[in-house]
Every structure is written in structure tokens, then in C-alpha cells.
């Protein structure tokens, strides 16, 4: 089983729509959870943290964590053709001698004009 | 300068050649990581540095050689490469290990 999982998509919503991202995770002693957008050629970009059960929103985007059933999501609202990119979703995870931060493949959004 | 910072942006080898990647951050971050990118596959972690002291190596060739001579400087040395190994190399740093990690724009290497 893969440690953090997403659907690669690509997910197609049109302009205005809300986008929902989506990301499941296997490691039930995680702790930290982030968004990284990361655009074609670009490196990865923090876009949101969350520590606890319940939604933390920031500006359109909204995420969500379920640790009971080891779901993180994000939601962004008003979705603007700016936002086309891959959605990497991270996991930090305890082993070794330091905590590992693991990603998904990402989800790939398109937002049609 | 700030954020972190990756040289060079492309980097194009031979198999027998020696070359090195370079990341600095200015962040005053405690942490320094390499990830490699590849195709369709997700971010895979290789090296963990804490305080200038390799706390992870993730199975990693050791083809790969990482130095890290202070907080804010991180070396991936790289010698007799294969062509598996092109990929976009990403250096990150946070402040602590459960900290959000900023990564640098990454250099993208071909191994000829």
C-alpha cells in the first residue's frame, strides 16, 4: 500500500467551480499534513499546513483532515485558470532517525476558461 | 537573496563525469533535504540533513555524495552517473523535522 495517496487525475473543473482535491494516507500516527502546488517545471510551492482534525481555510483554499479516516483534502474555491497545476499532497511520517515528509504522485487540475 | 537557492538550473553529463549541485537557504532553517523528481513517480526523499549532521540516507547509490558544510549550505556530489538518473533534483529546508519544507527551483540533470 502506498504510504500517501492520490488520484493523478487530471481533474478538470471549469472557471468559478469549486476544485476538490483529495489524498488518503496509511501512517496513523501522522501528525502534519501539506499542500504544495507545483506548476509545469517549477518546484513545489507550500500552500497550506494543517495539524488537526477539522477544515483550516486561507483565502479560497480550504483544507480539510480526517484522521480517523486518515483523509486530507483541499478545496479551492472560485478556481481561476491560475490554479492549473499539480497538487502534491505531504505527509509527515515517524521512522529512522528523523521524521520523514512523504508525497503523493499529486493530482493534476485544469481549470477551463 | 532570499528563500532557497539552487545551482545550476540544468545540468547536462556523461556518464564518467563529476560534477556537484549546490543549494543555499536563507531562512535561517535548521533542516536541509535532497529530493529527487522523477516522471510520474513522486518526490523521493534522499538525504536528510539536521543541524549539518546526516540524520537520513534513504538508500541512496553511492554514486551520490551529499556535504553539508554549515546550516545553510548543501552539496550533492554526483560521479559516474547512469542514465537512470536524470531527473529534476530538488533541495528543501524547514526549521525543524515537523516543520512545512520551502524547496528551491531544482536542477534539472541529463545524463547522457
Known amino acids: 500500500q502506498k504510504e500517501v495517496e492520490q488520484n493523478s487525475g487530471p481533474l478538470s473543473v471549469p472557471e468559478g467551480a469549486i476544485a476538490s482535491l483529495n489524498c488518503t494516507y496509511s501512517?496513523?500516527?501522522?501528525?502534519?499534513f501539506f499542500w504544495y502546488r507545483q506548476y509545469s517545471g517549477k518546484s513545489p510551492e507550500l500552500i497550506m499546513s494543517?495539524?488537526?482534525?477539522g477544515d483550516k481555510e486561507d483565502g479560497r483554499f480550504t483544507a480539510q483532515l480526517n484522521k480517523a479516516s486518515q483523509y486530507v483534502s483541499l478545496l479551492i474555491r472560485d478556481s481561476q485558470p491560475s490554479d492549473s497545476a499539480t497538487y502534491l499532497c505531504?505527509?509527515?511520517?515517524?521512522?529512522?532517525?528523523?521524521?520523514?515528509?512523504?508525497f503523493g504522485t499529486g493530482t493534476l487540475l485544469a481549470v477551463q476558461p | 537573496e532570499t528563500g532557497v537557492t539552487q545551482t545550476p538550473r540544468h545540468l547536462v553529463m556523461g556518464m564518467t563525469n563529476k560534477k556537484s549541485l549546490k543549494c543555499e537557504q536563507h531562512?535561517?532553517?535548521?533542516?536541509m533535504y535532497w529530493y529527487k523528481q522523477s516522471a510520474k513517480k513522486p518526490l523521493e526523499l534522499m538525504f536528510v540533513y539536521s543541524l549539518e549532521e546526516r540524520v537520513e540516507n534513504n538508500s541512496v547509490p553511492s554514486r551520490f555524495s551529499p556535504e553539508c558544510p554549515n546550516s545553510s549550505h548543501l552539496f550533492l556530489h554526483l560521479h559516474t552517473l547512469q542514465p537512470e538518473d536524470s531527473a529534476l533534483y530538488l533541495c528543501a529546508s524547514s526549521q525543524g523535522p515537523n516543520q512545512p519544507q520551502h524547496f528551491g527551483d531544482g536542477t534539472r540533470l541529463s545524463i547522457l
Open positions: 505531504a505527509v509527515i511520517t515517524l521512522g529512522g532517525a528523523t521524521n520523514k515528509l512523504i
Open positions: 531562512l535561517g532553517h535548521n533542516a
Open positions: 494543517i495539524y488537526s482534525n
Open positions: 501512517d496513523r500516527v501522522s501528525q502534519s
